[in-house]
């Protein structure tokens, strides 16, 4: 355990920077923090690091969440043998180009906006969804920048686990959230948040926190932030629906296993906060994967290293969390530095993998290793398959980063 002013932090992994330790303590000291944990992907992000997970009472946080408010990831797997995909190379990347479309800007106009029920919803929950109703439709099944992808690849069962057969099947994997939207409801009411907390000061003032009990100041704008924050997960949840239905349809082949989950997001969740007492708190995911016993959920690696179909055990100390992935290593700044497009070519011929478009921040150096990650994890997640990327596609070089 991590000492901090007035809690202490589990923590998982050891090649995790002071930084991220640093802006973890400080979260841990707001007077609403209640329990904490930070997983073996972490690194510094804003507010909160990547990786932090933080329980409050009676208390959401804006900048907890994140800016992309409910990012995710989705695994379809279909049946089909993955060799096809190598047979018909162009005809996948055809398929990714064709059904989503990358970028800051990405968007669809027209008839080839997606139709689903998550635009019928009620956008009024709060003042800034419903300006942003027609940007939403327009990127409803876009993928947007930074570590965002869509790839195809190869997914193996052990012992035919999660109902696949044994054997290699072709598989495809989404990262995204909720796009402009979300992004616009972060920025909104963590100013909101900021205003109540002046004496949150400099980097902690990304820590201010909205009251959700009703009758407290700001309890408002609290529950439209609430409000807010769950319809951003539908749309986001609706944006991968999108895009798996579009490919699958163009895949044509029986789909055998689809699995999701979420993380920059606030869940109410009962947990112990003494001795044989447990009570409902707001647990800040940032970066953080549920994990409780028995739930589903996919972590990934790099566009190079696997990414795994897990099993939570349920830790209580981990608050039912794991990582989200394998963790940024470097900045994106030092990988641009560092990093050059022939070496980078090279490692993934190395591990015969076609890449459409990235970022050269995006390339694997900048990333942790995602087998020490998921072995630093072992107590939280059990390993049930394996994914390895064949053909990845993310915003092309020069993109800025929405995470």
């Given amino acids: 355990m991590a000492d901090s002013e007035n809690l202490s932090y589990a923590v998982w992994g ?3 920077e002071p930084d991220a330790h640093a802006q973890m303590r400080a979260a841990c000291g707001l007077p609403v923090s209640v329990r904490a944990a930070l997983m073996a992907d972490a690194h510094v992000g ?14 959401v946080i804006p900048y907890a969440v994140g800016v992309d408010i409910a990012c995710r990831v989705r695994l379809t797997v279909f049946d089909l043998d993955p060799r096809e995909l190598r047979e018909r190379e162009e005809h996948y990347k055809g398929i990714i180009a064709r059904n989503t479309a990358f970028g800051v800007g990405a968007a669809f106009e027209g008839k080839s906006r997606a139709q689903h029920p998550v635009m ?3 956008w009024s929950v709060s003042h800034v969804t419903a300006g942003l109703r027609d940007k939403a439709w327009s990127q409803l099944g876009t993928s947007g920048s930074g570590n965002h992808f869509v790839e195809f690849g190869s997914f193996e069962a052990a012992d035919g686990a999660a109902g696949v057969p044994a054997g290699r099947k072709l598989a495809l994997v989404s990262h ?4 402009g939207a979300g992004a616009a409801v972060c920025a909104h009411y963590s100013r909101v948040a900021a205003e109540l907390h002046p004496d949150l000061a400099g980097e902690r003032g990304r820590l201010a926190w909205l009251p959700l009990d009703p009758g407290e100041r700001g309890s408002d704008a609290g529950l439209e932030y609430w409000n807010a924050m769950e319809l951003m997960g539908r749309y986001a949840s609706a944006n991968h629906q999108v895009i798996h239905e579009r490919i699958a349809r163009s895949v044509g082949a029986p789909v055998l296993l689809q699995v999701e989950n979420h ?7 009962r947990h112990e906060t003494a001795p044989g007492v447990a009570e409902e708190l707001i ?5 953080a994967t549920p994990a409780g016993k028995g739930v589903l959920g996919y972590i990934p690696g790099t566009m ?3 990414g795994f179909l897990v099993e939570g055990l349920g830790q209580s100390a981990s608050l039912d969390s794991a990582s989200h992935g394998a963790g940024r290593a470097m900045s994106r700044t030092r990988a641009r530095k560092v990093e050059r497009w022939e070496t980078l070519r090279a490692r993934l011929d190395e591990q015969n993998v076609r890449l459409i478009s990235a970022g050269l921040d995006e390339s694997p150096i900048a990333y942790k290793d995602i087998h020490a990650v998921m072995r630093a994890q072992a ?8 994914f390895q990327p064949m053909l990845v596609k993310m915003a092309p070089d020069g993109e800025r980063p929405e995470d």
């Fill in 14 to 16: 050891s090649e995790i």
């Fill in 46 to 59: 804003y507010g909160l690091p990547i990786g932090g997970v933080l329980a409050t009472r009676g208390a």
């Fill in 120 to 122: 019928d919803e009620d």
């Fill in 176 to 179: 995204s959230g909720s796009r």
């Fill in 263 to 269: 993380h920059n997001f606030a869940w109410k969740e």
């Fill in 283 to 287: 647990v800040h995911r940032k970066g």
């Fill in 304 to 306: 190079v290293a696997p």
């Fill in 379 to 386: 107590d939280l997640v059990r390993t049930l398959a394996t």
